[in-house]
């Protein structure tokens, strides 16, 4: 069975520094990943995600993760974060190439003060 | 294009009663996912239907079940509530491997 696990909680960061989130998973087969991001009160949005090739990807509003089958990890990042990113970010997993069938880690919550 | 819409936004309902939640996807979305959102468990998948068939399904008891009418629209079912059923259910559209989340519903079971 496929598990994923997002290693840190929480993560506070101050405006304008860079964060990296992590995220393992488990999987004795080959896998996508995905990341979503889910603003207060509000569904989830996807960021990016990673079926196949190249295992650097980017995503919306600067976000990029690497693949790294090696590690089992899928490491969300990004170089200088806002305000306004401030949200709890999931990373997700599949066997399913249509992306569905997703299976969460529980959550990080990224707050970016001033 | 319209959004995922979720109906209704928040129900309140007592142990031992049976709930009907809607989800109507993107248009020309034929595919629908439910899960469920809790404090303690997280995100869990609950269900997926695809042209009316459940293509895929979670670890979760009987109570809960789905259906898919022809025009894509999807319901969610769970019979005989508990207060652990107390979550966010949050339904996703999807094409090409996308999924598109809908605001959820909040259910609070007393």
């Known amino acids: 069975a496929q598990s994923v696990t997002q290693l840190d909680s929480q993560v506070p960061v101050f405006e304008e520094a860079p964060v990296e989130l992590r995220c393992n998973y488990s999987s004795s087969v080959s896998v996508y990943l995905f990341w979503y991001v889910q603003y207060p009160n509000q569904g989830l949005q996807l960021l990016l995600k990673y079926l196949s090739g190249s295992t650097l990807v980017k995503g919306i509003n600067g976000f990029e993760a690497e693949f790294n089958k090696s590690q089992t990890s899928f490491h969300l990042r990004k170089p200088s974060v806002h ?4 949200a709890e970010y999931f990373c997700a997993v599949t066997l399913n190439q249509a992306g ?5 880690g529980k959550g990080t919550t990224l707050s970016v003060s001033s | 294009k319209a959004g995922v819409t979720q109906t209704p936004r928040y129900l309140i309902k007592t142990r031992g009663q049976q709930v009907t939640l809607s989800c109507s996807p993107i ?7 439910w899960y469920q959102q809790t404090p303690g468990q997280g995100l869990q998948f609950l269900f997926e239907y695809f042209s009316e068939t459940q293509r895929n399904k979670g670890n979760f008891p009987g109570r809960f079940s789905g259906r898919q009418f022809s025009n894509s629209r999807s319901e969610m079912n769970v019979s005989t509530l508990e207060l652990g059923d107390s979550a966010l259910y949050l339904c996703a559209s999807s094409l090409l491997n996308e999924q598109y989340f809908g605001p959820g519903t909040r259910l609070t079971v007393t």
């Open chain 1, 83 to 86: 305000i306004s990113d401030t």
């Open chain 1, 100 to 104: 569905t069938a997703l299976i969460f």
């Open chain 2, 27 to 33: 248009s020309g979305h034929r595919s629908v996912s």
